[in-house]
């Protein structure tokens, strides 16, 4: 390989390292509304530190599949529900009703959370917020899910 196609070969490297890495830059208009660019638009605009990376595509198949699953059981669970199959459970005591109506009540209230939230977080012992990805958030969903099953009628 010549110098001319090496150096040119580096240039081109250089080039593309370089789009790989550009910055996003976030800022807020006038409305409040929150934009994203690859090229500082605004006098107020952030480099952000938004961070990507390559979908797993396997890993969502399986989330996608136990989402599936979770919503056929809630649906069959239903249905035995209004079609009277699931009355032989003893009645419940009135301590026991007060707690399914809180669970279910918190585990609604969180799903809306989940609805509403931008980014999902949990918070460290430190009070650090440490982001949830996206396996994590279709896992915290699933269970939310879960508890809406058990604890609401």
């Not at 090229?39 to 990507?52: T, Y």
């Not at 809180?102 to 460290?124: D, G, M, P, V």
């Not at 994590?136 to 899910?145: H, S, Y």
């Amino acid at each position: 390989m010549s110098k001319a196609h090496l150096a040119l070969a580096l240039i081109l490297g250089a080039c593309m390292s370089h789009n790989a890495a550009a910055q996003i830059y976030k800022w807020v208009d006038e409305d409040g509304v929150v934009h994203y660019s690859d090229q500082p638009l605004r006098d107020n605009a952030e480099v952000s530190d938004i961070e990507s990376g390559r979908t797993d595509a396997a890993a969502a198949r399986e989330n996608l599949a136990a989402a599936n699953r979770l919503r056929d059981e809630q649906s069959q669970a239903f249905y035995r529900r209004r079609a009277g199959e699931d009355s032989q459970e003893p009645e419940q005591t009135p301590e026991e009703k007060e707690f399914h109506r809180k669970s279910c009540e918190a585990a609604r209230q969180k799903l809306n959370e989940f609805a509403q939230a931008r980014r999902l977080y949990k918070l460290l012992p430190n009070g650090e917020r440490a982001y949830l990805n996206e396996d994590e958030i279709l896992a915290a969903r699933a269970e939310v899910q879960s508890a809406i099953t058990e604890h609401c009628e």
